[in-house]
């Protein structure tokens, strides 16, 4: 994938457009928080948004509860001192070992309860990369995606730390400083290159798949299987596709850029969109993945989808712009809605400062928010009874 295709933030002529990733490090558990409460009418109304984490996080992207109910949201970081490096995007990026892990206590309060992974982001800490999604597992266990969003080769480049974490799935455990690599996802692709586009990775979005995983990476442009001994293999590519080019004349290819992976009924994949530049609106799709079939558009209309969670039969999804993230003038803003195949998506929260993850329990989905801001992201509740 080209650098015009990812799905980090970068400015080109004034305008907003997306690239995002991830990676790892760990620091002592403090006092156990409780569970996050659930929301109730007066606290928040129908179709608005609470901002239940006003800002104190850096680079915020996915979530995922533990089975008491407690919230965790991967924090991408933002960067460090160096070394500073040409960043895929053409830009500067530094180094460090910022990003984290924290806990979304009751009301809002939150803490790191997991630090020191490797991070890339811009001289002023804005658009990170570092982790990007977990899973919780059990005895303080958890296991990141970490990003990279460039040619896997660039890890030769990157500190000890970068240079083993940068593009994998890594094991950590809370209250220890001891990590693994589980399964090198960016090695896959520099041996493999499934969709056959140039070596290019960026693992995101993944889920816990009997005893191992299956990951999304936005940079090859498909789903792959991990499993527990950290054995790779790719299950679907997704092609790109010819779109009209904004600058007129003939059309252009458009990447397909997945950003999750999530399980539906009867255990059936699906998989959402950001797409690549131009990032055009509503030109964005849910794919649905069963065993022994072809790849199936499950729902069309839909603007750079970074997240899905199914909660009671219904689908959800964070749009990260609702224009189209080439139309966005600074940071852009975008929606959760919820996912009618063949219909137009219903919006339960809209104007939102550049969402990206989400996560729903006890009739409440939790958003992400600011996702490519140092120390101003947050987390917003939203109604979906």
């Known amino acids: 994938m080209s650098a015009m295709h990812r799905l980090r933030l970068v400015t080109v002529a004034g305008t907003t457009v997306a690239t995002l990733a991830v990676t790892a490090s760990v620091a002592p558990v403090s006092a156990a928080p409780r569970p996050v409460p659930r929301q109730t009418s007066q606290q928040t109304a129908e179709g608005q948004a609470r901002m239940l984490v006003p800002s104190g996080l850096d ?8 089975r008491r109910g407690r919230l965790y949201v991967a924090e ?12 895929p995007e053409g830009g500067q990026v530094c180094f460090g070992t910022s990003g984290a892990v924290s ?5 809002g309060a939150h803490h790191r309860v997991a630090s020191g992974f490797p991070s890339l982001a811009a001289p002023d800490g804005t658009s990170a990369l570092g982790p ?8 303080g266990q958890f296991v990141l995606s970490i990003g990279l969003g460039a040619n896997p080769s660039v890890r030769k480049t990157l500190p000890r730390v970068g ?3 940068m593009g994998t799935l890594t094991t950590a455990r809370f209250g220890s400083a001891t990590r693994s690599v589980l399964a090198d996802l960016s090695g896959y692709e520099a041996a493999k290159d499934p969709d056959r ?11 816990r798949r009997g005893s191992g995983f299956v990951a999304a990476d936005a940079g090859g442009n498909d789903i792959v299987a991990v499993s527990s001994r950290g054995k790779v293999m790719a299950l679907r590519t997704f092609a790109a596709r010819s779109v009209p080019s904004p600058m007129g004349g003939p059309a252009i290819k458009m990447q397909s850029v997945p950003t999750t992976v999530v399980a539906g009924p009867h255990g059936v994949l699906f998989v959402s969109e950001l797409t690549g530049f131009p990032f055009p609106a509503r030109g964005a799709r849910i794919y649905r993945v069963a065993p022994h079939k072809p790849v199936q558009v499950y729902a069309r209309g839909l603007t750079n989808v970074t997240d899905l969670a199914w909660y009671r ?3 959800y999804a964070v749009q990260i712009s609702d224009v189209g993230l080439a139309a966005e003038k ?4 975008g929606s959760l809605v919820r996912v009618r195949p063949g219909r137009t998506p219903v919006t339960l929260a809209k104007n939102l400062p550049a969402p990206y993850g989400v996560a729903i329990r006890g009739g409440t989905a939790y958003v992400t928010t600011c996702t490519v801001c140092k120390g101003g992201g947050g987390v917003a509740t939203i109604p979906v009874r």
């Open 132 to 139: 990007s999604d977990l899973v919780i597992g059990q005895r």
């Open 313 to 315: 039969g219904h689908l």
């Open 103 to 107: 806990v979304i206590g009751r009301r």
């Open 76 to 87: 991408a970081g933002r960067g460090g001192k160096g070394p500073c490096m040409k960043g």
């Open 197 to 207: 586009a140039g070596p290019d990775s960026n693992p995101v979005g993944f889920i």
């Open 330 to 333: 600074g940071l852009p803003h």
């Open 163 to 165: 240079r083993r974490f």
């Open 59 to 66: 680079n915020p992207r996915h979530l995922a509860f533990d």
